[in-house]
Structures are given as structure tokens and as C-alpha cells.
Nanobody
Framework: QMQLVESGGGLVQPGGSLRLSCAAS????????MGWYRQAPGKERELVAR???????NYADSVKGRLTISRDDAKNTGYLQMTSLKPEDTAVYYC??????????????????????WGQGTLVTVSS
């Protein structure tokens, strides 16, 4: 099945750095938009960063200049480089991707369809 596998989360001190990875697998034809979201305890999930298939990026104001989103289409993998981390960055981080995948009908006809996929989440804790 189509899925996203995340890695790179963990415990880091304030001012430290982490790089999160998000690897997509399945019958993928291409990936359109990729994004990172986070959810802190007691708060709603929020958009951190996103990147289009053409490389256009968008960031939350709170992370501009500190976090960088990127993608490697040859590996079907997205990244979030996190620097100058603050305690308020502590949250579960989720990868999201809009995937164009190969669908086979009951008549054995193949078509391309879009599917939005979420990762399982990885915990980032920023604490001294």
C-alpha cells in the first residue's frame, strides 16, 4: 500500500539541529505537493512547510529562516532541515504528500489517480 515512512526525530538541546526524512513507497508515478505539519500537546495541527513539484516553498512565519524543506524526487523522499531549534518547536511532526499513483481497475485498465498520504508522525523534543 501507499505509505510515508518518517525518520530523524529525537531529543535535541535548544539551538541544536535535526533533519527529518520522509520516504514514500508504493506504485508511485510522481509526487505533487509535499509538506510537513506539527502538533504540540494541547494544540491543533499546523502547517510548518510545504514544497511543490516545481520547487516553490511556503513556510509558517514562526519557522522562517530556521527550517528548510526540500525534496529528492529520484528517491521519492522529502526532508525538513531544522536548525536553531527552540523549546516551542517541540511537537509531533507529520509528513504529508499528494501522490500520483498507478490504479488498476477491475477491467485491468491502468489509470493515474491522486492520493493524499500521511506519515505516522515523529516526535521532536527540544529541551535542555
Amino acid at each position: 500500500q501507499m505509505q510515508l515512512v518518517e525518520s530523524g526525530g529525537g531529543l535535541v538541546q535548544p539551538g541544536g539541529s535535526l533533519r527529518l526524512s520522509c520516504a514514500a513507497s508504493g506504485r508511485i508515478f510522481s509526487i505533487n505537493t509535499m509538506g510537513w505539519y506539527r502538533q504540540a500537546p494541547g494544540k491543533e495541527r499546523e502547517l510548518v512547510a510545504r514544497i511543490s513539484s516545481s520547487g516553490d516553498t511556503n513556510y509558517a512565519d514562526s519557522v522562517k529562516g530556521r527550517l528548510t524543506i526540500s525534496r529528492d524526487d529520484a528517491k521519492n523522499t522529502g526532508y525538513l532541515q531544522m536548525t536553531s531549534l527552540k523549546p516551542e518547536d517541540t511537537a509531533v511532526y507529520y509528513c504529508n504528500a499528494e501522490v500520483l499513483y498507478i490504479h488498476t481497475s477491475w477491467q485491468d485498465e491502468r489509470t493515474l489517480k491522486y492520493l493524499e498520504v500521511w506519515g505516522q508522525g515523529t516526535l521532536v523534543t527540544v529541551s535542555s
